[in-house]
């Protein structure tokens, strides 16, 4: 009941009224896939920063870029270490539900994480993984990243895996602005660490580059097959 609670305030704060809301390009509306809401679940283990990842692209989208957004947040018993989710919805009317049921985007961190929330994916979904700690792959199309390895070998440790993944997301689809994402990343966060966070969003914009040119290689070898097959 706390987490409801906690989620319909949440989702009372960040709801952007329409009269205020910028206006949308076509290339944003492309970028959320024509569906009316979206759903981002960001999933890992305790510790991992994902509750704060999830209210800071909540906030980006709404404050930001002007749309509606909801966050919601569950976490297992222990307070590190346990299985934990955080989940953001975006939509351009109103959100008349904050949590996600029906997700679009999958952030895995853990192998708990992916074999727990997958069965919720769409099937068109986004499937978002770190590969170094999965012994067993998902069954299904999916993007592996090892978010947490590098960015422990680019910024000297772990702990702004969360934000890496953020701009990873922000890069391969889209759904919310740099800029936007930038200026509530910045300001969840201590001066001080404005430059480790900067390094880190500019990582994960690098990594969501290299993976946007994959998925074009890799679409424009299936239509060269297809082409080859039909010859």
Avoid: W
């Amino acid at each position: 009941m706390r987490i409801l609670n906690f989620a319909v305030r949440s989702a009372r704060r960040l709801q952007v009224p329409k009269k205020s809301k910028k206006p949308i390009s076509k290339k944003e509306s492309e970028n959320l896939y024509g569906e009316e809401r979206y759903e981002v679940r960001l999933s890992g283990s305790g510790g991992q920063g994902l509750i704060t990842a999830g209210v800071i692209l909540a906030e980006a989208v709404a404050v930001g870029d002007g749309r509606n957004s909801a966050h919601t947040q569950s976490y297992g018993p222990e307070a590190r270490g346990g299985r934990t989710r955080s989940d953001v919805v975006i939509s351009d009317g109103e959100i008349y539900y904050p949590e996600a049921t029906e997700v679009d985007l999958l952030l895995a961190l853990t192998q708990e994480a992916a074999d727990s929330y997958i069965p919720l994916l769409k099937e068109d979904g986004i499937l978002i993984i770190d590969e170094d700690v999965f012994e067993r792959k998902p069954y299904r199309s999916h993007i592996a990243v090892p978010f947490t390895r590098i960015t422990r070998e680019k910024l000297g440790s772990s702990i702004a895996t969360n934000v890496v993944s953020l701009a990873f997301i922000a890069q391969y689809t889209g759904i919310v602005s740099k800029e936007s994402l930038e200026k509530s990343v910045y300001g969840h966060f201590p001066e001080l660490f404005a430059q480790k966070n900067k390094k880190a969003l500019e990582l994960g914009y690098n990594l969501g580059r290299k993976a946007s040119v994959s998925r074009e290689e890799e679409c424009i070898g299936e239509a060269l097959e297809t082409e080859i097959d039909r010859t």
